[in-house]
Each structure stands twice: as structure tokens, then as C-alpha cells.
């Protein structure tokens, strides 16, 4: 009896574990070959399955019952990830192994309400929580866990299962499970962190911290498979003369100016374009944004903005210098059936042909009707 409780409060729970690194290991797969999702959950499906034909066993031999079974789709659920499977692995877990065991004679088949009454009660009590955001989400998980321990109580006493054994399982075997799971999600949400500073490291500018080239890039290639964008717009923009900056005030105070610069572009435009727009760190004072979904006309007001207001006061560094800016920049359409590469391409010759023609302006391409081309306000 030792041997059983011990296992049912130590290998168990360990054994569930394992099968939930296991599913975390395949559901990475589907975040990587979106393509072939359907197929893939396909295979998390299968695994589970598998996985719990594994559990009912060792169940059975340690504790003859079936334990811990709904631990894995809760744990999936609270990880929000791919949950449209993980909701329909939920709802037919108690309905297929109640079918089991009625099956091999452990279970009577007049107690199929029990098996739908477990079923709907965890999708609604997981549902709940999950919506129910005012509680830290390990804790709606922890009250989860413990709900199933309950339920697993409260069933095997209607069917006259009730054990010292089944008791140790339900009660310490899930508060293991809890200590090795809470251990186990910090430890996933510290490398997320990391790896979360190493990608925005990456991409972004060690300068203005505005996002760099590289970011630009990827931004453009992701663009290009999204279906909820009807337009992009592209722009490009120049600090004028900013070499002069450099040279007349020396690169600390260019450094402040391209700061300052960068932060109130940044500011204007995520603010009259929320969840739409980036902004880039092309090279050197030149800068980029890529705007979706809105008229190039509107971005074109905003710009003239940032414009009017470097033109009505300077730049103040911490050494006390007033320095004066202006901006080149321009605007272009992606159009139907070209390469995003080829619209930032043009972007940028746009660009120089403002430079070559007076600076302080922008431009906007004559691919929108209500185009300002050369119109300088």
C-alpha cells in the first residue's frame, strides 16, 4: 500500500510532467510550419490519445482507477496556445475513457451522465477562468487542478470507488503536480523573458531604439502573407544636412538630435496610427515606416506635423544647444502584385529626388489619386 500511495503521490504526477513537455515540444511545431497545422494537430491528437492510454495504465496498476487524465488539455488550455484543440481533447477526454472502462467492466454504462455532467462542468469552470482575468493566471489554474481533484473525489464516491488511495491521489498527488508545474512555468516564462530581450535586442536600434534594418526586413516578408491588410503605405525620411549637425556641433549633440527626432516621430506616429504603424532605423539619419490600412493622405498630414513642429522650435540638448531641424521624406503605395522590396525601393528614390530638389518637404507618388506630389507646405 506504501508502494501504491507513493507512487500515486510522486510518479504519477512526474509522469504527467513529462507528457506535458512532450506536447509543449510538438505544439512549437505548429508556430513553426503554420502550413502544415492541420496536420499537426492532427499529430498533438494522436499523441495525446497515446499519452493517455499510457497514464490509464500505469493508473490502473498503481491505483485501479484512472487518474490525473484531465491534467494535461487544463495545463494546455492555460498556456493559451492552439486552445481550439486542446477545448475538443477537454470535452472528449471524460466521455472516451468513461466509454473505456464501461467497456472493460470497471464502469457501468448507466452512469453516462457522469461522464457528459465532468465533461461539461471542466469546459465551463476552464472557460471561466480563463476569461476571468482579474486573478493571476496561475492562480485560476491552481483552482482548476484542485476542482479536478474534488470532482475526482465526488465521482468515484457516487460509483462507490472511494479509496484511502484514490483520496492520496486527488489530494497530494495534485499538489505535487502544482509544486513541479509552478516550478516548471516560472522556469518557461524567465526563458521567454530572455528570449524575448534577445530577439528586441536584435532588432532594434542601440542608438534611438527605434527597430533597425533587420526588423524592417522581416516586417516586409511578413507583410506580404498577412490577409487582413488591404493597403501599405511605405515611407522614407531624412534628417536635412544632419552632417552639418555632426560637424558644427560635434556627434554627441547629433546623437541627441537624432534622438530626440526619433522619439517624437515615433510618439506621433504610433499614436495616430495604433497597432498600424512602425517605425524603422533605415541607416545613419535616414528612417522608415510602414503604415497599413490607412490613406496615404492621413500620413501625410501626420508628417507634415512632425514637420511644423521641428520647424517652430529647435532642439534643445543637455549642453544647453539650440539646434533647428528639418526633414525630408516620402511616401509611396504598395501596389497590387508587387514585391514589398520594390515599394521601399522606390520609397527611397523618391527620397533622394526631394533631397536633390530643395529638401524640407515630402513628397507622396503619383500612384495615389489625391496625391500632393511636390507640394510643399
Not at 509543449?24 to 502550413?35: G, P, V
Request: hydrophobic letters at 45%; one cysteine or more; a positive charge.
Amino acid at each position: 500500500m506504501a508502494i501504491k500511495i507513493f507512487n500515486a503521490i510522486v510518479y504519477l504526477p512526474i509522469i504527467v510532467i513529462v507528457m506535458i513537455v512532450g506536447q509543449i515540444y510538438f505544439e512549437s511545431y505548429l508556430d513553426s510550419f503554420s502550413r502544415y497545422s492541420s496536420i499537426l494537430a492532427i499529430i498533438i491528437s494522436i499523441t495525446y490519445f497515446i499519452q493517455e492510454l499510457c497514464l490509464l495504465q500505469i493508473s490502473f496498476l498503481n491505483l485501479t482507477d484512472l487518474t490525473f487524465t484531465m491534467v494535461l488539455p487544463i495545463t494546455m488550455l492555460f498556456r493559451k496556445k492552439h486552445s481550439a484543440i486542446w477545448w475538443g481533447l477537454l470535452a472528449a477526454t471524460p466521455l472516451l475513457f468513461g466509454l473505456y472502462k464501461a467497456i472493460i467492466g470497471i464502469n457501468s454504462f448507466s452512469n453516462w451522465w457522469i461522464w457528459v455532467l465532468k465533461a461539461g462542468f471542466f469546459v465551463a469552470i476552464c472557460w471561466i477562468l480563463i476569461k476571468y482575468v482579474k486573478l493571476p493566471i496561475f492562480t485560476r489554474y491552481t483552482m482548476v487542478i484542485i476542482s479536478l481533484g474534488i470532482v475526482d473525489l465526488l465521482t468515484q464516491a457516487i460509483e462507490g470507488r472511494l479509496q484511502v488511495i484514490s483520496v492520496s491521489a486527488a489530494t497530494l498527488g495534485l499538489a505535487i503536480f502544482l509544486i513541479f508545474e509552478k516550478d516548471r512555468y516560472a522556469f518557461e516564462n524567465k526563458n521567454k523573458q530572455k528570449i524575448k530581450l534577445l530577439r528586441e535586442g536584435n532588432v532594434r536600434d542601440d542608438l534611438t531604439g527605434l527597430l533597425n534594418y533587420r526588423a524592417l526586413s522581416q516586417e516586409i516578408s511578413g507583410l506580404a502573407q498577412r490577409q487582413d491588410i488591404h493597403n501599405i503605405c511605405i515611407g522614407a525620411l531624412d534628417i536635412d544636412h544632419f552632417k552639418s549637425v555632426n560637424d558644427r556641433y560635434g556627434h554627441f549633440a547629433g546623437n541627441e538630435v537624432l534622438n530626440t527626432f526619433s522619439a517624437t516621430l515615433r510618439k506621433r506616429i504610433h499614436a495616430a496610427f495604433p497597432g498600424h504603424a512602425h517605425v524603422y532605423r533605415f541607416g545613419g539619419e535616414e528612417l522608415s515606416i510602414i503604415v497599413t490600412n490607412y490613406p496615404i493622405t492621413e500620413i501625410h498630414t501626420v508628417l507634415q506635423d512632425v514637420e511644423d513642429f521641428f520647424n517652430q522650435q529647435p532642439i534643445v540638448t543637455s549642453e544647453g544647444m539650440k539646434i533647428r531641424i528639418s526633414f525630408s521624406a516620402s511616401l509611396t503605395n504598395h501596389l497590387n502584385g508587387e514585391i514589398l522590396d520594390d515599394t521601399l525601393r522606390r520609397a527611397d528614390r523618391m527620397l533622394y529626388s526631394v533631397k536633390n530638389n530643395g529638401r524640407g518637404w515630402i513628397i507622396t507618388d503619383h500612384y495615389h489619386k489625391q496625391s500632393n506630389s511636390k507640394d510643399k507646405e
